[in-house]
């Protein structure tokens, strides 16, 4: 018994200081209310098209509840690959729902979230990030200057997937975003904290979409659309070779912000 005990504890020790692993995540999406479009062919909304547009925003958050993500992590060392296991589009769920009454009609339009399937490479000893993201039909290539991102700690701690897990907080880069409703113009979104649980039980300093630089591996990110959580870990890399990625059209990323505004322009 004890020789099982000690060999147990012997390979979690090895386990937690490994170099090369796989993890494993899953993803819970929210409803981003602000996609659910409506138009109203009168001065004011009445309650009742209110009502309707409440039903519709619950059934909405009801399937996307229902409908599993899934991601990779690949750790080689001081670099890492994070992708999905499959890539979701915004139109994963989407319909239209259209009504008339008193000569009124309404149209509502359901779509998912904003959070499209990115992929992440990142380099910590050549300070390299590479990214491909899917916006607006199609894949981009950004290759960038790794950052480290500023991190705010706090005494929070909690057991999560079997891990004692410390609480840290950061927050996006503010940018600009266009909006045709709007009327075309440029707001800067605002800046809330990504609540971000990690484990220095097992050494890596990587966690998924891109966040990294924490004194231990990321097992849980909790978005505003989204909440990102471990489901395994792997000591192998099954010979997956940790790469940067090279599909997509390259642009950089103040370019990748600016095509709404051309595309608003082009129609």
């Given at each position: 018994?004890?020789?099982?005990?000690?060999?147990?504890?012997?390979?979690?020790?090895?386990?937690?200081?490994?170099?090369?692993?796989?993890?494993?995540?899953?993803?819970?999406?929210?409803?981003?209310?602000?996609?659910?479009?409506?138009?109203?062919?009168?001065?004011?909304?009445?309650?009742?098209?209110?009502?309707?547009?409440?039903?519709?925003?619950?059934?909405?958050?009801?399937?996307?509840?229902?409908?599993?993500?899934?991601?990779?992590?690949?750790?080689?060392?001081?670099?890492?690959?994070?992708?999905?296991?499959?890539?979701?589009?915004?139109?994963?769920?989407?319909?239209?729902?259209?009504?008339?009454?008193?000569?009124?009609?309404?149209?509502?339009?359901?779509?998912?979230?904003?959070?499209?399937?990115?992929?992440?490479?990142?380099?910590?000893?050549?300070?390299?990030?590479?990214s491909?993201?899917?916006?607006?039909g199609?894949?981009?290539?950004?290759?960038?200057?790794?950052?480290?991102?500023?991190?705010?700690?706090?005494?929070?701690?909690?057991?999560?997937?079997?891990?004692?897990?410390?609480?840290?907080?950061?927050?996006?880069?503010?940018?600009?975003?266009?909006?045709?409703?709007?009327?075309?113009?440029?707001?800067?979104?605002g800046?809330?904290?990504v609540?971000?649980?990690?484990?220095?039980?097992?050494?890596?300093?990587?966690?998924?979409?891109?966040?990294?630089?924490?004194?231990?591996?990321?097992?849980?990110?909790?978005?505003?659309?989204?909440?990102?959580?471990l489901?395994?870990?792997?000591?192998?890399?099954?010979?997956f070779?940790?790469?940067?990625?090279t599909?997509?059209?390259?642009?950089?990323?103040?370019?990748?912000?600016?095509?709404?505004?051309?595309?608003?322009?082009?129609?």
């Amino acid at each position: 018994m004890k020789k099982i005990l000690f060999l147990s504890i012997f390979l979690i020790a090895i386990g937690g200081n490994s170099q090369e692993m796989t993890v494993f995540y899953k993803e819970e999406r929210k409803s981003d209310y602000y996609q659910l479009r409506t138009y109203v062919f009168e001065k004011r909304m009445s309650k009742q098209d209110l009502q309707l547009i409440n039903d519709k925003a619950k059934d909405h958050s009801d399937e996307l509840a229902n409908y599993g993500y899934a991601s990779v992590l690949r750790i080689d060392h001081e670099k890492s690959i994070y992708y999905p296991l499959e890539r979701q589009f915004n139109d994963t769920i989407n319909s239209t729902v259209s009504y008339g009454k008193d000569g009124k009609q309404t149209f509502i339009s359901r779509e998912t979230s904003e959070k499209e399937y990115k992929i992440v490479y990142i380099n910590q000893d050549t300070k390299q990030k590479s990214s491909v993201e899917y916006a607006y039909g199609k894949e981009y290539l950004i290759d960038e200057e790794l950052v480290d991102l500023e991190w705010k700690f706090t005494n929070q701690t909690k057991i999560i997937s079997g891990y004692l897990c410390k609480k840290a907080l950061v927050f996006k880069r503010e940018k600009q975003e266009y909006t045709s409703y709007s009327y075309g113009n440029y707001r800067v979104k605002g800046r809330k904290p990504v609540e971000v649980w990690y484990t220095e039980e097992i050494k890596s300093s990587f966690g998924p979409l891109g966040y990294w630089g924490l004194p231990g591996l990321i097992i849980k990110v909790i978005e505003e659309d989204a909440t990102i959580f471990l489901d395994k870990i792997l000591y192998t890399l099954d010979d997956f070779e940790v790469k940067p990625p090279t599909q997509g059209e390259k642009i950089t990323r103040e370019g990748l912000e600016e095509i709404p505004a051309l595309l608003f322009h082009e129609h």
